[in-house]
């Protein structure tokens, strides 16, 4: 859908920010939340895509477990 121009990598990527803020003071599923670098990113392909340049392999943003949190304090485990 973003290849074809029907929504574009930013409104995407807004959406997920949204829901990531929305959500996340409930469920503390993040430590740390790079909304700026993912608008810069969702920017470039944007960007390419209007300059008919291939914009590479695109992805839907996605969280997952960091390996190292146990060992850190700043980590807030969520909680059923």
Same mark, same amino acid.
């Given at each position: 859908?973003?290849?074809?121009?029907?929504?574009?990598?930013?409104?995407?990527?807004?959406?997920?920010? #949204?829901?990531?803020?929305?959500?996340? #003071?409930?469920?503390?599923?993040?430590?740390?939340?790079? @909304?700026?670098? @993912?608008?810069?990113?969702?920017?470039?392909?944007?960007?390419?895509?209007? @300059?008919?340049?291939?914009?590479?392999?695109?992805?839907?943003?996605?969280? #997952?477990?960091?390996?190292?949190?146990?060992?850190?304090?700043?980590?807030?485990?969520?909680?059923?």
């Amino acid at each position: 859908m973003v290849r074809s121009k029907e929504v574009s990598a930013a409104e995407v990527t807004a959406h997920y920010l #949204g829901a990531i803020e929305a959500c996340d #003071g409930e469920l503390h599923a993040f430590v740390t939340v790079m @909304a700026d670098a @993912a608008r810069a990113q969702a920017a470039e392909v944007d960007r390419k895509i209007a @300059a008919g340049e291939d914009p590479g392999a695109l992805a839907v943003p996605a969280g #997952g477990p960091d390996p190292d949190a146990a060992d850190r304090r700043d980590h807030q485990a969520a909680q059923p």
